[in-house]
């Protein structure tokens, strides 16, 4: 059986909210398209690596805290230009969906 791996790494993350997000916690997400490439990098992170019962919980709540914020990001990224994410699902019409907390967007433990 193979062991566990370290923490997911959320460095390249952390740089992206501090060039992205305001300090009032605004994302400008406009600009934050540029970096798609390194977005999506990190998003295939974190769904090839999902928490081991070896992390602490600290880090086990990292992740889950940081998936649910870049995925909802990811996701508002899809259908930018919008005015709130609430338009997502309703506005904007997505099969199935009715508010954009009903999409399914996250996908975790792909590591075999």
């Not at 193979?2 to 305001?22: N, Q």
């Not at 880090?59 to 997502?88: C, D, F, G, H």
């Amino acid at each position: 059986m193979a062991t566990a791996g370290p923490a997911t790494d959320h460095s390249g993350y952390d740089r992206l909210l501090k060039k992205y997000v305001t300090e009032k916690g605004l994302v400008n997400y406009k600009v934050f398209k540029a970096d798609e490439k390194e977005f999506n990098q990190y998003l295939a992170l974190l769904s090839k690596n999902p928490p081991a019962a070896s992390w602490s919980k600290n880090e086990q709540m990292a992740y889950w805290i940081n998936a649910y914020n870049a995925y909802t990001i990811r996701l508002i990224l899809n259908y930018y230009p919008v005015k709130s994410i609430k338009e997502i699902g309703s506005s904007i019409q997505i099969p199935f969906v009715t508010t954009p907390w009903a999409a399914k967007f996250l996908v975790s433990g792909a590591r075999k």
